[in-house]
């Protein structure tokens, strides 16, 4: 447990953190900003302004509605009618071997003018030099691919309870420095901001090359450092911000389709990693709780000591998303919702054969 503490706050060092930068204001090369959105009336108007008021002389907006049942496209429209750099697409019907939002997006960049290639989500909303500062930060480290973290908002009490945890289960898994050495293949993309050189892109197979991945975002990205391009990780939450589930409900379904996957289909990883969960975040508070209960000690001490190191980790991590520390203490409850998700999730894959994500149905 101590090294888990010591691991997570090293490896958190060696995240690059991007800040807002100046306008770029001469010389600015050309992004193309490719929106997927699928039933995204709630949020794609607030996303869309954000990027249209981007302090960034030099820049397009192609979004993409793909066959969405609500307003969406209808919001797209009427933005893109009194904004010329707004490019609105109504989306063909899904090719065959393809996932919705891989096609999506390669239909966008496939119109694409920009020397950049910038692939976003429809749930975000960026501060106004977003743009300016992410192109510095890729021609500072000469990146073919720049991808960011941004800011997560929470909203309800089960974002509170639950999405910390899965995002410090991420973070032990993501090895920072190795993913920013150019000799070791470690990648990791987010969708939410990846960013490319064009010819990077073109190179690796664009989005075609993942056209049937659920994470398309960290299999691009690993694609990227076996090419021997240079990825670039950095943590972008000065710049960019997103609620990425409303309830129990969308957390439930939005993690469930990825967790299993991202464990590469593994019954033994994902048993392991859920033995490892339980014995790390609500373990101790129960330890404790029993030997109060019990009496011994030496053991009560033992399991004080436990729940601190806990509490230690839990708190830094909710200071790093710019939690109230106070929401820690319902983070085991977090992990035990997390623990079902990933059983469902397994669940879906080895039993069911299937992922299912705004409204598709799609054979694993």
């Known amino acids: 447990m101590i090294f888990v503490v010591i691991f997570l706050s090293i490896n958190m060092k060696g995240l690059i953190r991007i800040s807002k930068k100046s306008a770029i204001t001469s010389d600015a090369p050309l992004v193309s900003i490719c929106v997927p959105a699928r039933n995204e009336e709630r949020d794609i108007g607030a996303c869309l302004e954000s990027l249209l008021a981007q302090n960034y002389p030099n820049f397009e907006i192609i979004a993409v509605d793909d066959h969405s049942s609500d307003r969406t ?3 797209i429209q009427s933005l893109a009618d009194i904004n010329d750099r707004l490019r609105f697409i109504q989306g063909q019907p899904l090719a065959k071997g393809w996932l919705g939002k891989p096609f999506a997006l390669h239909q966008a960049q496939s119109v694409a003018k920009g020397e950049f290639l910038l692939f976003t ?6 501060e106004p030099l977003a743009l300016a500062s992410a192109v510095q930060l890729a021609q500072e480290r000469n990146a073919d691919l720049t991808t960011l973290m941004p800011a997560t908002i929470f909203g309800s009490f089960w974002e509170r309870c639950i999405q910390p945890v899965i995002f410090g289960f991420i973070a032990s898994l993501t090895r920072f420095e190795k993913i920013l050495d150019k000799d070791k293949h470690n ?12 010819e990077a892109y073109d190179s690796i197979g664009g989005h075609e090359s993942v056209r049937d991945e659920i994470l398309e975002d960290v299999m691009l990205a690993k694609r990227v450092k076996r090419s021997g391009l240079n990825l670039v990780v950095a943590d972008g939450k000065e710049i960019f911000s997103i609620r990425m589930y409303h309830s129990l409900k969308e957390i439930w379904q939005g993690w469930r389709k990825n967790i299993f996957i991202a464990l590469r289909k593994s019954v033994f990883w994902n048993i392991y990693y859920i033995f490892m969960i339980l014995m790390f975040v609500p373990a101790p508070y129960f330890l404790m709780g029993a030997n109060i209960y019990l009496g011994g000690e030496w053991t009560l001490v033992l399991s004080f000591c436990s729940l601190l190191l806990v509490l230690a980790t839990s708190i830094g991590l909710a200071i790093e998303l710019k939690l109230n520390p106070l929401y ?18 397994m669940f879906q894959v080895v039993i069911l054969k299937r992922s299912e994500w705004r409204g598709r149905v799609y054979q694993q």
């Open 73 to 75: 496209g209808e919001i």
């Open 121 to 126: 989500d429809a749930d975000l909303v960026f």
């Open 187 to 198: 990648a990791m993309g987010f969708g939410a901001f990846l960013m490319f050189k064009r």
């Open 328 to 345: 820690t203490l319902i983070f085991p409850l977090g992990a035990i919702m997390m623990v079902a998700i990933m059983l469902d999730s």
